[in-house]
Each structure stands twice: as structure tokens, then as C-alpha cells.
């Protein structure tokens, strides 16, 4: 069932805890300006929404997002598990400025860094960003990233930033379906997280970095927060062999830096990569390296 404003409000329900209504959602949001707003009891994945959204010309800073997903997606059209009342999934449409063009690679990270922000600020929750687009609690998968764009035919209408993050522990998709450990917020927290409040730490914390892409306050505060910065990590590339070496860092492009064992800097583009710690890749990881 679809809910939709132009701006900010809706009325729905979705049962985390107490049922969430239009006061919470009100309060929650009350001083974020959106572009507009569609949301979701449930729906095949907020991405897809998103970018038929952006392809009917929907405006800057526009929201779509869903108590659960029945066909919400990662990279690689890995499947994303999103149960009711259990997660956060959301997707906001961003219109790029001629000025953000060159660093689309950077749209990512932007989230990865608002994220750990928000998580850092408003809970005191410690979190690491895993390159190019996961945030690990505790070494373990609690919230992934989904960058895609919108284009009409050459010219690129918008980017939908599609964030999941797993709050309680029925959040935790099945074993056979983690291609990482998997973990949870309310696991790291006192008290229980409230989904909209979360929801709107997070919108904060994008529109603060969003001007600082590309800043060498950005880089920095990514390579500060890189997950396994300093240890020794396998980049699997199907189906090319696995690069074996140690993370030095990032680089000016938003690519991993890598040093082998001879010293050799490798440089890791976002594409069909996984990164795991060294010795832990899955016996399909390993069939797919060769």
C-alpha cells in the first residue's frame, strides 16, 4: 500500500515496538526539508521505486521508504532481507549539480559517511566503513549500500542512494544468504532504536557531507574510519584469481589501495570485487577465483 505527499507527511503504521504514527513521523522530520515523500507497508524494493520516481522528474532530496522489502537488492543483485519492524530501508533521490558530476564514485562513501556519522553522534555507536559500500559493527555487516543511477538516454537524471540498516536481531538475513557475518544496532545500544529517528540522524548527516565530497576533510575522515586499514585482506574478483594484500588506504578516485607482498601498489575499482579478510572468503568465493 502506498502513502504519498509532495513534501513531508504521511499516514501510515508500521509497528516497531509501538505502532509508528503520524506525530512520531512529524517529529521526526519536522525540520528536514524533502523533496517529496513515498512510503511504503511493503514493496518489491525502494530502489526500483526510487528510480521510476526519478525517471517521472521527481525533485532533489526525495524519499522512498518501506517497513519491508519483499525484493529489496544489493550489489550484484544480491538479495536484501528486510522483515517488518526489523530494519530501516529507505532510498533518496539526489539530483546531481554540475559540480557533483565528476565525483559520482564519491556518492558511495557519502553514505558510508553519513552513516558512521549519524551512528557515532546520536547513539555513541562505534562503527568502521568497509570499502567500497557496507558499515561493519563489530567487525559485522549492519547496514549495506546500494548506489545506482537514473538516466534519460545520455544525460544522468538523478542517484538513488538505497541504504539498509539492521536494527533489531530478526533483521539478520539467514546464513546461506551472508556473504559476511551479519549484525544488528540494538545489540550495541542500551535501548531499543527508533527507526524514524535513526531515519532522520541519517538524512542529517548526508546533507552535511553531501557539499564536502571530493574534500580533503572527506578523505580524510573516510581513511580515519576504513575498515581492515592496515591489515592484510583478499580483493575476490570473479573470475579472475583473488589479490592478496594490505590496505594502505584510498585514493584521490575513491579506489582501495592495495600493497602485495612485493611492495606493488594495486589500485581497486569499485565493480564485481568482494573484500574479505584474508582466509575467510566462502568455499563459493573461492570456486568463483579460480
Given at each position: ?15 516497531y515496538?509501538?505502532a ?5 513521523l ?15 507497508d511493503?514493496?518489491g ?9 526519478a525517471?517521472?522528474?521527481?525533485a ?16 550484484f543483485d ?9 530494519s530501516?530501508a ?12 565528476p565525483?559520482?564514485?564519491?556518492f ?10 549519524a ?17 561493519l ?5 549492519c ?20 541504504i539498509g540498516?539492521?536494527?533489531?536481531e ?6 546461506d ?12 545500544s ?25 574534500s ?13 586499514k592496515?591489515?592484510q ?36 575499482e ?8 584474508a582466509?575467510?572468503?566462502?568455499e563459493?568465493?573461492k570456486?568463483h577465483?579460480?
Amino acid at each position: 500500500m502506498l502513502w504519498e505527499t509532495p513534501f513531508l507527511f504521511l499516514t501510515t503504521s508500521w509497528g516497531y515496538n509501538n505502532a509508528m504514527d503520524l506525530s512520531a513521523l512529524k517529529h521526526a522530520l519536522s525540520d528536514i526539508q524533502l523533496g517529496g515523500l513515498r512510503t511504503f507497508d511493503t514493496i518489491g524494493s525502494t530502489n526500483d521505486e526510487a528510480i521510476a520516481w526519478a525517471d517521472a522528474g521527481c525533485a532533489d532530496f526525495s524519499l522512498v521508504i518501506a517497513d519491508e522489502q519483499t525484493r529489496g537488492r544489493g550489489r550484484f543483485d544480491r538479495r536484501w532481507v528486510t522483515r517488518p519492524g526489523a530494519s530501516l530501508a529507505f532510498s533518496l533521490i539526489l539530483t546531481p549539480s554540475p559540480a557533483e558530476l565528476p565525483l559520482l564514485p564519491l556518492f558511495a562513501p557519502l553514505c558510508g559517511l553519513a552513516i558512521w556519522q549519524a551512528l557515532k553522534d546520536r547513539y555513541g555507536i562505534p562503527t568502521e566503513i568497509k570499502w567500497p559500500n557496507d558499515i561493519l559493527l563489530h567487525r559485522r555487516k549492519c547496514s549495506g549500500i546500494l548506489v545506482e543511477a537514473a538516466w534519460n538516454e545520455s544525460r544522468l537524471q538523478a542517484v538513488v542512494l538505497g541504504i539498509g540498516i539492521n536494527i533489531r536481531e530478526d533483521s539478520i538475513p539467514p546464513a546461506d544468504l551472508q556473504m559476511f557475518p551479519a549484525s544488528f544496532l540494538n545489540s550495541a545500544s542500551d535501548l531499543p532504536i527508533d527507526r524514524f529517528e535513526l531515519l532522520a540522524a541519517v538524512l542529517h548527516t548526508i546533507h552535511a557531507w553531501r557539499p564536502k565530497m571530493g574534500s580533503p576533510e572527506f578523505y580524510q575522515t573516510w581513511q580515519v574510519h576504513l575498515a581492515f586499514k592496515g591489515e592484510q585482506v583478499a580483493i575476490v574478483q570473479s573470475p579472475k584469481p583473488s589479490i592478496i594484500g594490505v590496505i594502505e588506504g584510498i585514493d584521490g578516485a575513491g579506489r582501495l589501495v592495495l600493497r602485495e607482498s612485493d611492495g606493488k601498489l594495486q589500485y581497486i575499482e569499485v565493480g564485481d570485487v568482494h573484500l574479505r579478510q584474508a582466509g575467510e572468503q566462502t568455499e563459493k568465493e573461492k570456486d568463483h577465483a579460480g
